[in-house]
């Protein structure tokens, strides 16, 4: 539901994003999902993406399509957190029209983060981890 979600941003689509069908490609889906967590990421978590100590791989993702969108569109995104363990988070996205009626597209991406040279995971905390429960929606 799209009410559940804490956080929402307003991406446009780009002309580049419609495929050969005049519709939005599949992989621009995961794109915007990517880029709604990330931002959040850097902006509320403090994550320093350039020289920060830890980094955070995608180890799973999944997208769930059920209506087209094409240029010019924008589209309303909402984030929140499904799961915030140790060193991992479970991302869940909605992509909506831009009335948040019509969802356009449900996926999850999940996050271990780690230490950027060794690679070896790292516990989420400080203002990183705060940001992430202030995502955190109960299983309801």
């Known amino acids: ?3 559940s979600y804490p956080h929402w941003e307003t991406v446009p689509t780009r002309w580049k994003d419609n495929d ?3 519709h939005m490609n599949n992989a621009v889906h995961y794109s915007i999902m990517d880029t709604v967590i990330n ?3 850097i902006r509320e978590g403090g994550l320093d ?3 920060g100590d830890t980094i955070g791989l995608c180890v799973e993702s999944h997208c769930n399509y059920h209506a087209a969108t094409a240029f010019p569109e924008s589209l309303a995104v909402g984030l929140r957190v499904g799961k915030l363990g140790g060193s991992s988070v479970r991302y ?3 992509i909506y029209r831009e009335d948040r009626e019509t969802v356009v ?3 999850h991406f999940v996050h271990v983060f780690v230490d950027r040279e060794t690679r070896r995971p ?3 905390s400080g203002r ?3 940001s992430l429960a202030a995502l955190l929606v109960e299983p309801g």
């Open 39 to 41: 931002t959040w990421l």
């Open 1 to 3: 539901m799209q009410t």
């Open 92 to 94: 869940e996205v909605g």
């Open 49 to 51: 993406i350039h020289a």
């Open 122 to 124: 790292r516990p989420i």
């Open 128 to 130: 990183l981890r705060d």
């Open 105 to 107: 597209a449900e996926g």
């Open 20 to 22: 050969v069908y005049g």
